[in-house]
C-alpha cells in the first residue's frame, strides 16, 4: 500500500442500538469508484455504484459501519483484509447520496441529514392497488433515526410532514417515509 493514495480523513461511526450515531475514530482511507462503465443513475438514496475504500489495518472497519468523509457519507457493505496480514484493508461501500435537509422532530432538536425526494410516486392500498400518488422521501437511518409520524422534513425550502412509514422500505440503512407538502 502506498501511504500517498491514503490522502481523505474519515471518521468511523457505528449505529447504535438506540439508533444514535457513535464515533470510532477516524483513519486516513483513500476513496475511490470501483465500478467501471455505465452505472445506472440512483433512484433512492442508496447510489448503485460501489465505492472501493482502502485503509491500514483496524479493528473498527466493520461490515453494516459507516465511515464520513468531506460531508460524504458511506455504508460498509465488506470488509477484507485481503493478505491476511492485518497491514491493508479493501472496503466495498455504497455511498449514501441525496439532497441536503433539516429533520425536524417533534421532540428533540433538528437535525441535518440528506434525503431521496420522489413526487409522485405511487401509493398502494393492502391489496397492492395504486391508490393514489404522493410525495415519498428515502432517508439515512443513521442520520435521523426512525422519523415518526407528524415529525418534519425542510427540503430545499419546502417544508414536509411525515404521513407514514413507507411500507417494507426500511432495511436499517434507509428509512421510506410518505410526505405531505405544509
Known sequence: MRAGKLDKRAEIIRLTAELTAESRGSRWVGIRAKDAGDVPAADGLRSMALIEIRARYSDEFAQGRYLASAGRLFHLTSVRDPLGNRAEMVISAHELIGQPAEYRPQEGVPVACRVHLTHEAPYR????QVTEYKTRAEVAVIEVGR?????????A???????DYADETDDGVVRGLWLEKV
Open 125 to 128: 392500498d393492502e391489496m397492492g
Open 147 to 155: 422519523p415518526q409520524r407528524d415529525d418534519q422534513l425542510l427540503i
Open 157 to 163: 425550502g419546502t417544508l414536509y410532514v411525515v404521513l
